[in-house]
């Protein structure tokens, strides 16, 4: 990111005492101090460039509680695996406001938050008309006081069937007009420091096409897809495989995969290595593993590696081949491609 010039002699000391009082992990997350201006707020955030390539990202999701303590969990997941996940995901119910704290404590810990804000109170409709601004503008702007890299989304999973802004209940055209309206309420508040993460979930014929749902190029960072190991056949070629294909037809945006896990059906330890050598061989940004314990049926199966002695020992035996030991050392700023 860039500050002001003129501001950095003035800016120097303070950075320093805050360096001195976080932990060394935040130190070495370096790159994600934003900038002060002579009035205390907080500068414009222009984040750097995403790699495309390569493995870059281990991220956990541990629930959306962000009140003090709950980052406890996430501090257990990267006890268990050996690595500090470098992204965290949250979901956000409407008019819910953006954690601060919560970001700042992840910050702290290396990682960036990934908020899926969803219109669960409101419609796409209103959103696109300028009825929701009032909360729109509310949030971008604690975001830009944040002043580091956030990672947004909105209404996730919106190819699906299961949430109302989704297919057969809100028109793909309303859904791309909401967006880009987010998008650029955003923009419009100056909070530079959002990477934009369109989340499909895996693609089937049941489901509404997803180039119905694209908002243009110019209103999206990376691209993201939910899908899980459920069965015993499953492996990452199965799940995965078309929906890159059909990502990659249209748009050569970074992908991160945002929520998956292997269940304990599919042989969850067996299929860890090929998950991770999946995301690596298919030039995928990472993975958010949904670290949550569920109990109805397939599609809700345990996820958690905890209390899995042998898929933990596997997850960090995949950490430690990809990453080795130690912190990630990508050094890059989640921020805007300029692919279609």
């Known amino acids: 990111m860039t500050g002001r010039a003129r501001t950095v002699a003035a800016i120097a000391g303070t950075i320093i005492l805050a360096v001195a ?37 281990l991220g956990v999701y541990e629930g959306s509680d962000t009140s003090v303590g709950q980052y406890t969990p996430v501090e257990q997941f990267a006890q268990a695996v050996g690595r500090q996940p470098n992204l965290v995901l949250l979901y956000n119910s409407w008019g819910e406001p953006f954690s601060s704290f919560f970001a700042q404590t992840a910050l702290q810990y290396g990682a960036t938050l990934v908020i899926d804000i969803d219109p669960t109170s409101t419609s796409c409709t209103a959103i696109a008309a300028g009825q929701q601004d009032a909360f729109l503008q509310s949030y971008a702007q604690s975001v830009r006081a944040f002043g580091h890299p956030v990672i947004i989304s909105f209404g996730h999973e919106m190819n699906g069937s299961w949430y109302p802004w989704g297919w057969t209940h809100t028109q793909p055209a309303v859904f791309v007009q909401a967006w880009r309206h987010v998008v650029d309420v955003f923009r419009q508040a100056g909070a530079d420091n959002v ?17 119905d749902y694209w908002p243009g190029a110019s209103y999206v960072t990376w691209v993201a897809l939910d899908a899980y190991y459920y069965f015993p056949h499953d492996n990452f070629t199965g799940v995965f495989g078309s929906t890159i294909a059909a990502i990659r037809q249209l748009t050569n945006k970074p992908i991160l995969i945002s929520e998956t896990a292997i269940g304990q059906v ?27 314990s569920q109990d109805s049926g397939i599609y809700h199966q345990d996820w958690r590696l905890e209390g899995h002695p042998d898929a933990v020992a596997a997850f960090r035996a995949a950490v430690a081949t990809f990453w080795g030991n130690g912190l990630f050392a990508s050094g890059r700023t989640p921020g805007p491609a300029t692919d279609r």
Do not use: C, M
């Open 266 to 292: 599919t042989g969850q330890a067996a299929n860890i290595p090929g998950l991770f050598a999946g995301v690596s061989t298919s030039g995928l940004l990472g993975f958010i593993w949904f670290d949550v």
């Open 21 to 57: 009082t976080v932990s060394t992990l935040f130190a070495i997350r370096n790159h994600y101090h934003g900038h002060e201006g002579d009035s205390g707020t907080a500068l414009k955030v222009v984040p750097a460039s995403v790699p495309t390539t390569g493995f870059s990202y």
């Open 195 to 211: 990477t934009w993460l369109w989340t499909i979930n895996s693609v089937n014929p049941s489901e509404g096409p997803i180039a």
